[in-house]
């Protein structure tokens, strides 16, 4: 099985950065040519919502964005260290949530990567907030 646990969570003021990291360990995905990595959140009293995303396949690796946080975050991945990370810039209070990241099955086969049920394994969350 897969093991991911987050990182970097804190509390940062309005329009200041943060990085956020998962640790993958277990059977990681460096061996396959399809999954997917993402990022979910949930804020108090909403329901939890999908961030960014990374697939990797054949051709090559793509990326996806919510729009609330499209040119803001960055999502990216390092194969050798076995983690993903998102840069968080221009932090807004709408964004304080628990930051969780999640990870497709080996040789994912479905057709989306930005809704919960593509995911099979879940880190435990870490907690941004942000402040005005």
């Known amino acids: 099985q897969v093991q991911l646990v987050e990182s970097g969570g804190g509390l940062v003021q309005a329009g200041g950065s943060l990085s956020l990291s998962c640790a993958a360990s277990?059977?990681?995905?460096?061996?396959?040519?399809?999954?997917?990595m993402a990022w979910f959140r949930q804020g108090p009293g909403k329901e939890r919502e999908f961030v960014a995303a990374?697939?990797?396949?054949?051709?090559?690796?793509?990326?996806y964005y919510a729009d609330s946080v499209k040119g803001r975050f960055t999502i990216s991945g390092d194969n050798t260290k076995n983690t993903l990370y998102l840069q968080m810039n221009s932090l807004k209070p709408e964004d304080t949530a628990v930051y969780s990241c999640?990870?497709?099955?080996?040789?994912?086969?479905?057709?989306?990567?930005?809704?919960?049920?593509?995911?099979?394994?879940w880190g435990q969350g870490t907690q941004v907030t942000v402040s005005s």
């Open positions: 999640a990870a497709t099955l080996p040789y994912y086969r479905g057709s989306t990567y930005t809704q919960e049920h593509a995911y099979a394994y």
């Open positions: 277990g059977r990681t995905f460096n061996y396959v040519a399809n999954y997917g």
């Open positions: 990374i697939s990797i396949s054949l051709a090559g690796a793509r990326t």
